[in-house]
């Protein structure tokens, strides 16, 4: 039957086939594998072994082995045999001897609203199997224009249908013979779905558990919100678990392209990783001077605690030049070598922190093979669109697998694309949530995340401690108070007990020593001063060296013309992200040197240099921000303490000078920080005017400056409303607001998250722009191979091609512009525009990428 039917025929070499069962199998085997890490491994089963069931379709059947371009639903045929496996559960449920049956209705027997929670869990799997190519809104319109439940109606069609299943048009078999034949043989394979569908729902129902008491405990004012948006979080780590499954198995196809590394391999390497890192520490030698012997306690005291600490979410609340850093590498390692932690991520706000961090934890752990430095998409993955046939194609897999999958031991990325593994609906971002299982992640910065995404936050990050099993460490200088009260949804703090929440004390330590620099406001903070000021300010301190930050690249642009009269042109850098990280990281780099040297530059700059930049100005200028933000830029003046006294100015620009509007939460937390200062006399204490920076951010967000995104995933109210006002409530259950009821089928529903908007929705950033490699001289040769690779990817050695390709858009990461959709026209691309190349006209090693004057940047 299945045996004898294909999921997949390669489109030019005929001979090469996979039939449905041994997809379908193959699929389980995996999703049941990942899933048994989070105790999901019977539901993860059950979705593999359905999700393709619908290329049993003579339709299907005929379209791949004629080869034809006929587009066929493969996907809703699979969540309508969840409903079939629930009426025959159900059917047997009085006389069944079946142990997997009776513990379910033992389960229901218990609390008869526990089959709202049956039917929540029927409406899951639905979602999953039939969502896997495309995510969709629970509730749409038709055709009619008349709202209706998508997962219902799509079932609907299917019903409606006589379908013929089998190798011939002789065999003719409708939806629920069909139904019987599969159970029938998936029987003779020892694979019993009823029981997979029975001891799953045992499953659901303990995590619920967990996440009903997360909900009334830290979100006690919003308890059912947030249930609903754990529950979008549920959805998603199945999706992405079936997805990744199914992925792999097809690219796996034919041959094995995707191979996993050898467990005892790991674990050697992750041992090495250990062993450099108290190499590192070890070469520091006996620490002088109270800041190095500070230094030293903080480091054996974090040693301790990543040692021995569990699932929990953390706090690392250190001073700027504490070494967070390569302390926060530390804990990650040793998580995965004493706590087995399958990955480490390291994630952070700023561009300039990873670039830099990254490339010191990578000189340190010196094993590239198993580390991923992950902050561009080379690759353009396009949005998802619901459609079987166009996801299941060779081409469109390969593109997915030359995509980072963050199936590396160690991932370096920017909080961006973090973000976006939680909330985005492209294919890359789904199937990487599933990485995060079983992980350690240390969330450095983490204070900057835009207030609007505050709840969504809390709540995904707690989901992902009660659920996916995720070691997560909050580090920064500046620590919101993300558990206050005036939160409707609170951060679960601590480990599973609420314990240890603080990794270290800082009662127990003298920080004085970390106190190198004082905060000067220019002027009065409530008025606003001009670019002309800051050069006065600048020309009063020629005989310093001078940092000025500034919020825009614009403003930054500005200013640096307005310097280049007062500074001979090789003292005088201009940074801001137009630049390559490669050619950010060359100039870092030569003001570090000139720094030491003592020679008096002046470096403009956006806010990529002020956090985990190792820089030591004489001198900052910080255009007014928030806290956290100046807190960061005070930590790049007399960072080593060399100076008697040194000066962090703030300073208010003009908002018609530098305008920040258009800057997520960035005129909030300068309305919060104006506040925080006018409270304060005299000389200004950084600890108390971050704290009371932080209460007035957060006591001002009202409803309305929270993401709809929140809405959308969680009750998702306006529509649901709209909907139920439409349908009827069971009578016998009417006490249960929301729930609506199918005659037919027997199920209630009550999810109406409109999860494809939402995930459209979604931006942590403005992100308005694609990914486009420089074309320059350190480019030059990977380029010629990538475009050579990309002309015979498919074909004799199609393989070695593709593995190869892979190697190069991972080294080209770091010679990449983010480039406005429409200027996106202008460059080159290869792979039918999946890959962009920026020509090198519109570069220039000083100011980077430049579409308005292309001709002048010829170098």
């Not at 558990?483 to 409707?488: P, R, T, Y």
Request: with cysteine.
């Amino acid at each position: 039957m299945l045996d004898k039917l294909y999921a997949h025929i390669d489109r030019d070499k005929r001979e090469k086939k996979q039939t449905l069962y041994t997809h379908l199998l193959k699929t389980g085997l995996e999703a049941k594998k990942i899933g048994e890490k989070v105790d999901v491994g019977n539901i993860s089963f059950l979705t593999g072994l359905l999700h393709d069931i619908g290329k049993a379709s003579l339709d299907f059947q005929d379209k791949i082995i004629k080869n034809s371009n006929k587009k066929v639903d493969h996907s809703s045929l699979g969540g309508l045999f969840v409903v079939k496996i629930y009426k025959s559960v159900f059917d047997e449920i009085f006389d069944s001897k079946d142990q997997s049956i009776l513990d379910l209705k033992s389960v229901l027997g218990k609390d008869r609203l526990t089959i709202l929670d049956l039917s929540d869990y029927i409406n899951i799997l639905i979602y999953t199997i039939m969502s896997h190519h495309g995510q969709y809104d629970m509730v749409r319109k038709n055709e009619e224009m008349t709202y209706v439940l998508t997962s219902l109606d799509r079932l609907k069609k299917i019903d409606k249908s006589s379908y013929r299943f089998g190798e011939t048009s002789k065999e003719s078999l409708d939806v629920d013979e069909f139904f019987e034949e599969v159970d029938k043989f998936f029987k003779s394979k020892e694979i019993y779905i009823k029981d997979l569908f029975c001891q799953g729902f045992l499953e659901y129902i303990e995590i619920l558990k967990k996440l009903k008491k997360s909900s009334r405990e830290y979100s006690e004012n919003k308890e059912y919100e947030a249930l609903c948006f754990y529950k979008s979080m549920f959805i998603r780590l199945l999706v992405s678990i079936l997805k990744s499954a199914d992925i792999k198995d097809t690219i796996n196809a034919y041959e094995d392209i995707i191979v996993d590394e050898n467990l005892e391999k790991l674990r050697q390497v992750e041992k090495r990783f250990e062993e450099n890192i108290n190499k590192k520490y070890e070469s520091f030698g006996k620490p002088e001077g109270k800041l190095n012997v500070l230094r030293n306690e903080i480091s054996e005291d974090i040693l301790k605690r990543s040692k021995e600490d569990g699932l929990g979410i953390y706090k690392l609340d250190l001073p700027t030049g504490a070494g967070k850093t390569l302390l926060s590498l530390r804990y990650g390692i040793n998580q995965m070598n004493y706590q087995g932690k399958d990955r480490f991520f390291y994630v952070t706000s700023f561009l300039s922190v990873l670039e830099q961090n990254a490339s010191e934890m990578r000189g340190i752990l010196n094993n590239d093979d198993f580390v991923l430095e992950h902050h561009s998409n080379v690759v353009d993955d396009e949005d998802e669109i619901e459609n079987d046939d166009r996801d299941d194609e060779l081409d469109v897999v390969n593109k997915k697998f030359l995509l980072d999958d963050w199936t590396s031991p160690v991932v370096l990325t920017t909080m961006v694309q973090f973000y976006n593994s939680l909330f985005k609906g492209k294919s890359a971002n789904l199937t990487r949530f599933k990485s995060l299982i079983n992980s350690v992640i240390i969330l450095d910065e983490w204070q900057s995340i835009p207030t609007e995404f505050l709840y969504m936050t809390n709540l995904a990050l707690n989901f992902m401690k009660i659920v996916m099993k995720t070691n997560i460490l909050l580090s920064t200088a500046t620590q919101p108070t993300n558990a206050s009260l005036a939160l409707d949804h609170k951060l679960f703090y601590g480990d599973l007990d609420g314990e240890n929440e603080d990794i270290i004390d800082n009662k127990n330590y003298d920080f004085s020593a970390f106190e190198r620099v004082k905060l000067k406001v220019y002027g009065d903070i409530n008025k606003m001063y001009g670019l002309e000021d800051i050069r006065d300010l600048v020309l009063e301190n020629l005989d310093k060296s001078n940092l000025i930050i500034l919020n825009t690249k614009k403003t930054v642009r500005k200013l640096f013309d307005l310097l280049q009269s007062d500074y001979e042109d090789r003292d005088l850098y201009y940074l801001t992200t137009n630049l390559t990280a490669s050619h950010r990281l060359k100039k870092i780099g030569e003001v570090k040197k000139r720094l030491l040297k003592g020679d008096k530059i002046c470096v403009v700059s956006t806010q990529l240099i002020e956090a985990g930049v190792d820089v030591d100005f004489d001198l900052v200028i910080r255009s007014l921000s928030g806290m956290d933000s100046v807190v960061q830029a005070m930590g790049r003046c007399n960072r080593e303490g060399h100076r008697k006294s040194a000066f962090t100015y703030l300073i208010n620009l003009d908002k018609n000078e530098e305008k920040t509007s258009m800057l997520k939460g960035v005129d909030e937390r300068k309305v919060a920080c104006k506040a925080a200062l006018n409270t304060s006399r005299g000389d200004l204490d950084i600890k108390e005017l971050t704290e009371e920076y932080f209460e007035k951010l957060y006591a001002n967000l009202k409803g309305d400056q929270y993401s709809d995104v929140l809405k959308l995933l969680a009750e998702n109210k306006e529509v649901a409303g709209d909907f139920q006002k439409l349908n009827k409530v069971k009578k016998e259950l009417k006490e249960v607001a929301g729930y609506l009821y199918d005659e037919k089928r027997k199920i209630y529903f009550d999810l109406f998250q409109s999860f494809k908007e939402a995930y459209k929705e979604f931006e942590l950033i403005e992100d308005n722009k694609g990914t486009a490699i420089v074309d320059y001289e350190e480019t030059k040769e990977d380029l010629n191979k990538l475009m050579d690779l990309a002309k015979e990817l498919n074909g004799p050695d199609y393989l070695n091609n593709l593995r190869e390709l892979k190697k190069i858009v991972k080294k080209l990461s770091r010679h990449t512009v983010a480039i406005s959709k429409k200027d996106l026209s202008s460059c080159d691309n290869v792979l039918d525009g999946k890959i962009y190349i920026l020509p090198n006209s519109y570069y220039n090693e000083k100011f980077g990428v430049n579409f308005e004057e292309p001709d002048s940047f010829i170098l």
